[in-house]
């Protein structure tokens, strides 16, 4: 089978590893690709958003599946083109991609259909929003209703935070359309639980969490994603099934209902609060790095699996025993400004798994070439073990113009 994979992360690096695990796999392409998939896979120069190229790429080149990474392209409509092609894909529609790229449609479905997560009101009017934050405790969540990237969420702990938040989002217009869900504060850790979805059909991935803070200790900017690992000890297998039960099957189940079936990966971005497991957010894709720790542990064959989703057959899913742990190592100044087409060195050295978020190849030398750069992922058969090995294999990287978090699973660690 020759298969497309549409993306130019570490993500879709991770996809394009499992793929080549595959037997059923002859080719694969990678739209646009990067440095690192380019040993696994064909770079094509075409870019996420278009469409009509790529579905016109997969139909001349006899593409059997292709596979969506980045939200840009489901959000474009790139699973109803495919569709309408009579092509297969996997990832969901562009009604049902909603769940992600609209924070207001993710939180009334989830109101009609009795889905944990925190109370919530939507605003366009800058007034209304101000009275109404004003009148309830701090702080205050704030939630731009659309994609942002992830910055467009602001946890205020002044009225004079959240007033100049409320500012950006529903005058200045700074995202874009005004329009602003405001939620009640929850605490807990935070994970993320992916499935594949077809339907009603739901196959549970193993969890992991990610660290969105920059810099060790959870401080500093919000980022796409500084490091991951799988399993999580600390969620019990109650939590779990809790979250499989109450959350992503009934969503799944609601989305049909709804009149937009989902089919591709659900991500539940879940907080394990003190009333139960949460939903914080949801992403119509996998997620980025949670995939990167994820997928290595996957024992089934892949393929069977974004087939039996789009095909709405079955399969069933195997996972290894040994744990996972990923540490990103980003440019400086990321997520702010940072310099590009710095050389890096080492990368044969590395011995665990290594996947490119944003680099570039000239002849046989390699250069950042984004904010995040590198994934450096350890296995191990404890979480401690696959640390060691993924800080010794970051330690083989040269490169001067790169940072990483030191203490990627501390939650478990601290302990
Ligand atoms: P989101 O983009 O919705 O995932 O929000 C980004 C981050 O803001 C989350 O990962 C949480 O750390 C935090 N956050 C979002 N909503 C809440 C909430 N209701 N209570 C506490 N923290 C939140
Ligand atoms: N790791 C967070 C995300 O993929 O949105």
Known sequence: MKVLVIGSGGREHAIVDALTRSPQVEKIFAAPGNAGMAAQAECVAIRE??????????KENGVELTVVGPEVALA???????????LRIFGPSKAAARIESSKEFAKELMAKYNIPTAGFKAFTDYAEAKAYVESRPLPAVLKYDGLAAGKGVVIAQTMEEADEALKDMLLDTKFGQGKVVVEDFLTGPEFSFMGFVSGEKVWPMQLAQDHKRAYDGDKGPNTGGMGAYSPLPFVTKEDEEFALNEILKPVA????????????????????????????????RFGDPETEVVLPRLKSDIVDIFCAVADHSDTELEWHDFMTLGVVLASKGYPGDYKKGVEIGGLNEVEGTLYHMGTKAEGEKIFTNGGRVLFVVGKGATLDEARRNALKDVERVQCDNLFHRTDIGHYVFDK
């Open 253 to 284: 189940a609601a989305m049909v209902k709804e009149g937009c079936p989902f089919e591709g990966v659900l991500y539940g971005g879940l907080m394990k609060t003190p009333d139960g497991v949460k939903v914080i957010e949801f992403n119509a």
């Open 49 to 58: 958003t278009e469409i009509e190229k790529l579905a016109a790429f997969a």
């Open 76 to 86: 474009a409509g790139v699973a109803d083109c495919f569709k309408a092609e009579g």
